[in-house]
């Protein structure tokens, strides 16, 4: 595992509440990388599978769960490695199927954004203010 890739922190960039008052009330997705260096030689020829794991936003289903003064209003959407498809915390990145280990290293492209829940699209509720969410991620060899 890179060094880098033990405590991501993923900024997003400072958006104006009423951003997130219209549809699609969401903010650009931001990118980031885990990567895994010196993969063992009995890791190579395997498949690799790597799996978030954090609270939900009961609003938003497959969405992690914010803390700060817009909790309940707003959570954040993981990519999965093709840039497009929800990966929800639980599942497994690349739907399921993982990624075969070739080399010595990995990267696993993914993203995330923050959206607003329904409820808070319709009161036009989101504040200004901080707000954070936590996951983990836990790799698994086949």
Same mark, same amino acid.
């Given at each position: 595992?890179?060094?880098?890739?033990?405590?991501?922190?993923?900024?997003f960039k400072t958006r104006a509440s009423r951003d997130f008052?219209?549809?699609?009330?969401?903010?650009?997705?931001?990118?980031?990388? &885990?990567? $895994?260096?010196?993969?063992?030689?009995?890791?190579?020829? *395997?498949?690799?599978?790597?799996?978030? !794991? =954090?609270?939900? /936003?009961?609003?938003l289903p497959g969405h992690l769960k914010v803390t700060g003064?817009?909790?309940?209003?707003?959570? &954040?959407? $993981?990519?999965?490695?093709?840039?497009?498809?929800?990966? *929800?915390?639980?599942?497994?990145?690349? !739907? =399921?199927?993982? /990624?075969?280990?070739?080399?010595?290293?990995?990267?696993?492209?993914?993203?995330?954004?923050?959206?607003?829940?329904?409820?808070?699209?319709?009161?036009?509720?989101?504040?200004?203010?901080?707000?954070?969410?936590?996951?983990?991620?836990?790799?698994?060899?086949?």
């Amino acid at each position: 595992m890179s060094g880098d890739s033990l405590n991501k922190h993923v900024v997003f960039k400072t958006r104006a509440s009423r951003d997130f008052w219209y549809p699609p009330g969401r903010s650009p997705t931001e990118s980031f990388v &885990i990567r $895994l260096e010196n993969c063992h030689a009995t890791a190579v020829g *395997k498949i690799v599978t790597l799996t978030f !794991k =954090g609270t939900e /936003e009961a609003a938003l289903p497959g969405h992690l769960k914010v803390t700060g003064v817009n909790a309940g209003r707003l959570g &954040i959407a $993981l990519l999965d490695t093709d840039g497009s498809s929800l990966l *929800k915390p639980g599942a497994s990145h690349n !739907k =399921g199927q993982g /990624e075969k280990v070739t080399g010595n290293s990995l990267e696993l492209p993914f993203g995330a954004y923050v959206v607003a829940t329904p409820e808070a699209l319709r009161t036009k509720s989101v504040v200004p203010g901080d707000y954070e969410a936590t996951a983990t991620f836990e790799l698994t060899y086949r």
